[in-house]
C-alpha cells in the first residue's frame, strides 16, 4: 500500500475528472453560464477523492498500454531523446535528410516530368532549376567534395513485382584525381555489408571475393551491385532512378575508434545521391 504522501503526489498526475464530487466548470462567456445565472465550482473538498472507475476507463488503459510500450521500445530513455534532438535539429537547418520522404515523393511522383514552356518574363521555373540540376554528374560531386573516399554508398530498391528487398553497400576507396571517376569496393552476394576490416578509418587491403569497380555514374554503381547480389536478373529489372536509390553514408565529426555496430562502423545516413546533388546546385 502507498503511504499518503506518495498518494497525494500522485493524485496531482490525475486531471480533475478523476476525482468524485468533480463538477464541469462552465466559462464565464459560455452562454450557457448567462442564461443559468450561476456557474457550477468545484471545491477542494469535493475533489480528495479518486473516482477509481477511471483506472479502467477505455481512454486511460490506451494511454497507459501505449505509455508502456513507448518505455519497453526505449523511447523515453535520455539516449532516445538525444537521437530525436539531433534529427531534428539536422531537419531544421537541413543537414540531415530524412529518406522516407524521398521514397514517398518517388512512389507518388514515379512518372514522367512534364515538359514545361519557358515563362514569358524570361525566369527559370522551378522546374528548369530541377532539370538543370540533373545535369551534374556524379564525378563533379566527387570533385566538388560532396563525396569523399571513405564514404558508403547505400543501394535499396524494392522490387515488388517479385516481392524483393535489396539492400546492398559498396566503399568509396579511391577518387582519381584527374577524372574524378569513382573506385568503390563492393561483395558478391546477397549480404548488405562489407567485411568490418575494409570500414575502419583506417582500411586493410581488400582480401577473399571482395570485388572492385571503377564508376562514374549511380546507374553503373547500381547495375554492379544487382549483378553481384544476383537475386533480379537484368531483364526483369524496371527502369528506376539510381540517384534516388541510393543513400551516402559518412562520419559525422571524427570516425569511432572501433566498429558501434549497424553495420557501416558509425557512419550516419547524409541523404540520397538526388538530395545531395540538390543542395550541391543551390548552394553553389
Avoid: C
Avoid at 2 to 25: C, E, H, Y
Avoid at 40 to 69: C, G, K, N, R, Y
Amino acid at each position: 500500500m502507498l503511504s499518503s504522501d506518495s498518494q497525494n503526489m500522485l493524485k496531482t498526475l490525475l486531471p480533475s475528472t478523476s476525482f468524485i464530487g468533480f463538477n464541469a466548470v462552465i466559462g464565464a462567456d459560455h452562454p450557457s453560464a448567462v442564461d443559468s445565472g450561476a456557474m457550477a465550482e468545484s471545491t477542494p473538498s469535493a475533489i480528495e477523492v479518486v473516482d477509481t472507475a477511471v483506472f479502467t476507463d477505455s481512454h486511460f488503459l490506451a494511454a497507459a498500454h501505449t505509455l508502456q510500450d513507448h518505455i519497453y521500445s526505449g523511447w523515453m530513455s535520455k539516449s532516445h531523446a538525444q537521437k530525436v534532438a539531433k534529427y531534428e535539429e539536422g531537419i531544421r537547418n537541413g543537414t540531415m535528410a530524412a529518406p522516407w520522404k524521398d521514397e514517398v515523393w518517388e512512389r507518388n511522383n514515379g512518372g514522367p516530368r512534364p515538359v514545361t514552356m519557358p515563362t514569358n518574363n524570361g525566369t527559370v521555373s522551378s522546374s528548369d532549376r530541377a532539370g538543370e540540376a540533373a545535369e551534374i554528374k556524379l564525378v563533379t560531386l566527387a570533385q566538388a567534395g560532396v563525396l569523399q573516399v571513405g564514404d558508403i554508398i547505400v543501394l535499396k530498391r524494392n522490387f515488388s513485382a517479385l516481392d524483393i528487398l535489396i539492400e546492398k553497400d559498396a566503399i568509396i576507396q579511391s577518387i582519381h584525381p584527374k577524372t574524378h571517376t569513382l573506385t568503390v569496393l563492393l561483395e558478391p552476394g546477397t549480404s548488405t555489408h562489407l567485411p568490418a576490416p575494409l570500414l575502419s578509418p583506417h582500411p586493410s587491403p581488400p582480401t577473399g571475393l571482395t570485388q572492385e569497380a571503377v564508376i562514374t555514374s549511380p546507374t553503373q554503381l547500381e547495375t554492379a551491385l544487382l549483378d553481384n547480389d544476383g537475386r533480379v536478373e537484368r531483364g526483369k529489372r524496371p527502369n528506376g532512378n539510381a540517384w534516388k536509390s541510393m543513400t551516402v553514408w559518412r562520419w559525422r565529426g571524427t570516425a569511432p575508434w572501433e566498429d558501434v555496430g549497424g553495420g557501416r562502423w558509425g557512419r550516419e545516413n547524409h541523404g540520397t545521391l538526388f538530395y545531395l546533388r540538390g543542395t550541391y546546385y543551390h548552394e553553389r
